[in-house]
């Protein structure tokens, strides 16, 4: 695993998911409304969140990262990242911990949480993510992953709605 391309994932991340999120409640066809993600975190920690949902495409990389808002104060943090700096088109994508040394097609997942003094920073391992909709300012699909930390394991599921606009 190339530990710069995860070292520059949770900076950006941080960096990238600093300037918050408005609420953004489900349109009337239950569909994500943009800027928008559902996600359920099983495992080693247990957390059913929602939140904000934005990329950013620069040379040489590409972050979707996904800032849980409810429930408030919930510790998470969620982010999958590739080499490439193009919104994904329509298709499937492979998540895992080489997907940085791999390919610019494929993705690597993090999932970051944080309990009083304590926190982990798991790495995909294995799982996918598929593009339902794409277009040059906004793209929709669902992610599933197993990250893992030392010992401890999670698997990660959820949907997106992200564009290109921070989540005010």
């Keep these: ?18 300037f918050g999120c408005e609420d953004k409640s489900m349109n009337p066809e239950d569909e994500l409304a ?3 993600f559902e996600a359920t975190i099983s495992g080693a920690v247990n957390l059913n969140v929602k939140g904000c ?10 972050l979707l990262g996904l ?18 700096s193009s919104v994904p088109a329509v298709g499937t994508y ?3 911990e080489d997907a940085a040394s791999a390919s610019s097609r494929d993705f690597i997942g ?10 982990d920073t798991y790495i995909s391992q294995s799982g996918t993510l598929t593009v339902t909709a794409s277009a040059s300012d906004s793209f929709k699909g669902r992610f599933d992953f197993t ?7 999670v698997t990660v599921s959820g949907e997106f709605h992200a564009t290109s606009s921070f989540c005010r």
């Design 67 to 84: 800032n849980p808002t409810e429930p408030a104060n919930n510790g998470a943090l969620l982010s999958l990242a590739r080499e490439s």
């Design 110 to 119: 993090l999932f970051a949480y944080t309990e009083g003094q304590s926190s």
């Design 53 to 62: 949902a934005s990329y950013i495409g620069q040379t040489g990389f590409f």
């Design 147 to 153: 990250a893992t930390m030392d010992t401890k394991t």
């Design 34 to 36: 943009p800027n928008s």
């Design 1 to 18: 695993m190339n530990r710069f391309f995860v070292s520059a994932l949770i900076a950006l991340s941080t960096l990238t998911l600093s």
């Design 94 to 96: 492979q998540i895992s």
